[in-house]
């Protein structure tokens, strides 16, 4: 369904910018799952704040902090108070729509054997049967 492929990618394009966020204002750099650490070590630095406005502040302090130079690019983003304000924003709406697609509350059994049955790779359906057994047990009844 493309409308719910479009949020998960909302949600990753949102990573990305937060991650090129975090690595130009001198956060610590991770090399594991770069954008997705490097996402979160934005968020974390923002953390601390309350309000829009005042994570906003916070935001132009790590980027215009001494040492930091922005690329042309990176100018131009910041110029954008609608982008920086979703790149902020907590709770993000875009982040909480694309976890609602790629992390649902719940799915059925029955759903997840017909999703194993569509992958692909069928070496691996021995082993993600098996995951479904350990997470999602059938009910036994004695």
């Avoid at 910018?17 to 090399?31: D, I, V, W």
């Avoid at 601390?48 to 130079?69: H, I």
């Avoid at 875009?94 to 569509?118: E, F, L, N, T």
Wanted: charged share 20%; proline share 4%.
């Amino acid at each position: 369904d493309t409308k719910l492929l479009d949020r998960i990618l909302l949600h990753h394009l949102l990573n990305l910018a937060q991650a090129k966020l975090a690595t130009t204002s001198g956060l610590p750099k991770r090399e594991n799952n770069f954008h997705i650490m490097q996402s979160f070590l934005w968020r974390e630095a923002l953390a601390s704040f309350q309000t829009l406005t005042e994570c906003l502040q916070a935001a132009c302090k790590l980027l215009n902090a001494p040492g930091v130079t922005l690329d042309a690019a990176m100018k131009q983003f910041v110029t954008s108070n609608t982008g920086m304000s979703l790149v902020v924003q907590r709770p993000s709406a875009i982040r909480d729509m694309g976890d609602s697609v790629a992390h649902p509350k719940y799915v059925s059994r029955d759903a997840y054997k017909k999703i194993i049955a569509r992958h692909n790779v069928t070496d691996d359906h021995a082993g993600l049967h098996a995951i479904l057994e350990y997470v999602n047990p059938v009910s036994q009844s004695h």
